[in-house]
C-alpha cells in the first residue's frame, strides 16, 4: 500500500543497470517467463525434496554413472518446479508481462531522466509495482541488505513483492517477482551440466516464495558441486545462505509515489543553455533562472 513499510530479506543490480528487450513477443512471453500454466493442487511446490545427496560436493564424482545419475536428478527437480504454477501467480505474471510488453512496444525514456539505453531497473520495477497496484494487489518494492557475517559479505538487493490475501483458508501468499533472474545463477567458467540448469530458469521470476525457496536450494547445490568438479573456489556470494538472504532476508516494503515511472511522451526536452554571448540578453533571464524587478533611478 502507498507509505506503508515494513521489514522482511535480497545482491542488487544497481540503478546503472538497463534492462533491455531483445526477440518477439513469443519469446518474451514464454522464453522469458519459461512457465507452463498449469493450475493444479499440486501448485506449490512443497513435495520436492531438494536436501543435498549422500555425496558431499565432488566426492564420489569420479564414478560417471554417479556424476550422470546426480546431474540428471538436479535436471529433474527444476523442471518440476518450474512447470507447475497457480491460479494467483498466473495472473500476477500476466500483469507483469503486459508491463514489460509495454516498455518494449514503446520508445521509453526513464522518469529518472537518465540517457540510458533501454529502460533502468529501478523504473522497471516501479512501473510493474505501478501496473501491479492499479490491478488491484498489494504490492510494493522491497529494498534488502544484509551485513556481513563469517560465512558472507554484505549485500543488499531489490525486488517486487506481492502479498495476496484473497484466499482465507490459505492465509496470506507471498509472490516474488525478480527482473533478472537467470543472471543472478550465472557462471563463467561453469561446467555444461550446470549451465544447462540455468539455461531453464525464466529471465524473469514470478512466483511463490516456496517455489522460490526450492529453486534456490537446487541452485546452490549445483553450483557447490560444479566447482568442486573444476577443482574451484566457490565464492561466499554463490553460497546458499548469501543468495537466499537476496530474497528470504531482512528488507524494507516500500511503496513507491503514485507517479508514473517511465515517460512515454518522447525524447527528453532539452533545457536551453546560456553563454557569455546570449547571458545579458532579457529574454534569457527566465531560462537561467534569473529573476529582477524594476526599481526608480533618482
Same mark, same amino acid.
Given at each position: ?13 544497481? !540503478? ?21 500454466? &498449469?493450475?493444479?493442487?499440486? !501448485? +506449490? ?6 536436501? =543435498? ?5 565432488? &566426492? ?7 556424476? *550422470? $545419475?546426480?546431474?540428471? &536428478?538436479? =535436471? ?46 529501478? %523504473? ?5 509495482? +505501478? ?10 518494492? %522491497?529494498? +534488502?541488505?544484509?551485513? @556481513?557475517?563469517? =560465512?558472507? #559479505?554484505?549485500? $543488499? ?8 490475501? +484473497?484466499?482465507?483458508?490459505?492465509? &496470506?501468499?507471498?509472490?516474488?517477482? $525478480? ?46 558441486? %560444479?566447482? *568442486? ?9 554463490? *553460497? ?10 531482512? %528488507? ?7 507517479? @508514473? ?8 526536452? *532539452? ?14 533571464? #527566465? ?8 526599481? $526608480?533611478?533618482?
Amino acid at each position: 500500500m502507498p507509505g506503508a513499510t515494513a521489514w522482511i530479506p535480497v545482491t542488487s543490480w544497481s !540503478s546503472d543497470d538497463t534492462l533491455k528487450f531483445s526477440g518477439d513477443s513469443e519469446s518474451l512471453g514464454d522464453m522469458v517467463f519459461g512457465f507452463m500454466e &498449469e493450475e493444479s493442487s499440486q !501448485s +506449490s511446490g512443497d513435495g520436492f525434496d531438494c536436501e =543435498d545427496s549422500g555425496t558431499d560436493g565432488g &566426492e564420489g564424482l569420479d564414478n560417471v554413472e554417479r556424476r *550422470k $545419475e546426480f546431474w540428471e &536428478e538436479q =535436471d529433474g527437480l527444476l523442471q518440476a518446479i518450474l512447470c507447475r504454477t497457480s491460479s494467483i501467480e498466473s495472473k500476477i505474471r500476466r500483469v507483469t508481462k503486459d508491463a514489460l510488453r509495454e516498455l518494449k512496444s514503446n520508445d521509453t525514456h526513464c522518469a529518472c531522466r537518465r540517457p540510458v539505453a533501454g529502460v533502468c531497473h529501478n %523504473c522497471v520495477e516501479k512501473e510493474i509495482w +505501478s501496473q501491479l497496484q492499479t490491478a488491484g494487489y498489494n504490492s510494493a518494492i %522491497c529494498n +534488502s541488505k544484509w551485513r @556481513s557475517s563469517p =560465512d558472507i #559479505p554484505p549485500g $543488499e538487493h531489490s525486488y517486487v513483492e506481492v502479498v495476496d490475501s +484473497s484466499s482465507g483458508k490459505k492465509g &496470506e501468499v507471498r509472490v516474488v517477482i $525478480e527482473l533478472n533472474f537467470r543472471a543472478e545463477f550465472e557462471m563463467a567458467r561453469a561446467n555444461a551440466e550446470y549451465n544447462r540448469l540455468v539455461s531453464r530458469l525464466p529471465e524473469v521470476f514470478v512466483g511463490k516464495s516456496e517455489r522460490l525457496k526450492a529453486l534456490i536450494k537446487i541452485l546452490c547445490h549445483a553450483a557447490k558441486k %560444479c566447482m *568442486k568438479e573444476k577443482k574451484m573456489h566457490m565464492g561466499p556470494w554463490r *553460497k546458499h545462505k548469501y543468495v537466499q538472504a537476496k530474497w528470504f532476508g531482512t %528488507c524494507e516494503r516500500v511503496a513507491p509515489p503514485p507517479v @508514473s515511472a517511465i515517460d512515454f511522451s518522447g525524447p527528453l526536452r *532539452k533545457q536551453p543553455r546560456s553563454s557569455f554571448l546570449t547571458f545579458d540578453l532579457p529574454e534569457n533571464f #527566465p531560462a537561467a533562472g534569473l529573476k529582477f524587478r524594476a526599481v $526608480e533611478v533618482v
